[in-house]
Nanobody, 126 residues
């Protein structure tokens, strides 16, 4: 079955960086768009960044623009989220998710993503 396993979370001071990874198995990775989402305590899960199946198209939430970079390595079935200049408000559980389809459009709505990882905690201290 499809498995998505996130790693790379941790505790970092404000201004620091983290690189999240999501290793996928049980699917034809290059046929899936991938996204990173996050959920802070007491808040709804939100979209952070999305990358198309080819890696040719990306989308970022306003809060992530200029600080986060999503990328993927289809040869290694892995998607990454490089997070720089982290802020305390970035503290959340970060999830990766997969959506089947080789289409050029970027879809950011959570319910379009059918497979989810278990999440990795990111804590940014002030």
């Amino acid at each position: 079955q499809v498995q998505l396993v996130e790693s790379g979370g941790g505790v970092v001071q404000a201004g620091g960086s983290l690189r999240l990874s999501c290793a996928a198995s049980g699917l034809t990775f290059s046929s899936y768009a991938m996204g990173w989402f996050r959920q802070a305590p007491g808040k709804e899960r939100e979209s952070v960044a999305v990358v198309s199946w080819s890696g040719g198209s990306t989308w970022y939430a306003d809060a992530a623009k200029g600080r986060f970079t999503i990328s993927r390595d289809n040869a290694k079935n892995t998607v990454f989220l490089q997070m720089n200049s982290l802020k305390p408000e970035d503290t959340a559980v970060y999830y990766c998710a997969a959506r089947f389809g080789r289409i050029p459009a970027i879809i950011t709505t959570l319910d379009a993503y059918t497979n989810w990882g278990q999440g990795t905690q990111v804590t940014v201290s002030s």
